[in-house]
């Protein structure tokens, strides 16, 4: 296992990468959001845990995670490594890394174009099906069910539904 990497930025938000992943805490207004990335910026999962110590969430993450301190590192934004579905030509940054005050940031995982300013989103299969995992209780049973039979047609479901919503609000959707 490699050391993980650790970085602190300017607004109390704490990072930490190790084998691909990157989990990132951060205070919010209700609490600490704990954001999981895969290795291309995708986002996996995202817990709103309690308090608002993101530093010893993060510290207790890394201790779980490795017997070894970890290497400190300047704090860099997420970048999806996708095009943006309007230019085409810019990388996608993280919403919550553009702005100066995280504790009004959305609980959707947004991106920005960093040429055009396009707002857009990207959703991976594991964070729906984290989504739907983790709030059981907004899906009504016959959804519940459907999701344990045939997990694949649900989500291509629960998907377009999502694209629906977001394409009225003018939120572009990246592939």
Same mark, same amino acid.
């Given at each position: ?17 190790q ?12 609490g ?23 530093e ?7 201790s ?34 553009? %702005? =100066? ?8 995982? #947004? ?5 055009c300013k $396009? *707002?857009?989103?990207h959703?991976?299969d ?28 649900? %989500? =291509? ?8 919503? #977001? ?6 959707? $990246? *592939?």
């Amino acid at each position: 296992m490699s050391r993980p990497r650790l970085s602190r930025s300017n607004n109390g938000k704490v990072k930490i990468v190790q084998e691909g992943t990157t989990v990132i805490f951060e205070v919010v207004k209700q609490g600490v959001m704990q954001s999981s990335f895969d290795s291309t910026g995708g986002i996996t999962d995202q817990v709103l845990l309690k308090g608002s110590d993101a530093e010893k969430y993060a510290n207790d993450f890394i201790s779980k995670a490795s017997k070894e301190e970890p290497i400190l590192e300047d704090y860099s934004a997420i970048v999806l490594q996708k095009d943006c579905p309007k230019c085409g030509t810019a990388p996608l940054t993280r919403y919550m890394d553009t %702005m =100066a005050q995280v504790s009004e940031a959305p609980v959707m995982p #947004f991106y920005v174009c960093t040429k055009c300013k $396009t *707002k857009c989103y990207h959703l991976t299969d594991e964070y729906l099906k984290n989504l739907v995992t983790s709030n059981r209780q907004l899906f009504e049973d016959s959804q519940i069910a459907e999701f344990g039979s045939d997990e694949k047609k649900f %989500m =291509a479901e629960l998907r377009a539904y999502i694209i629906r919503i #977001f394409a009225s609000q003018r939120i572009m959707h $990246t *592939k």
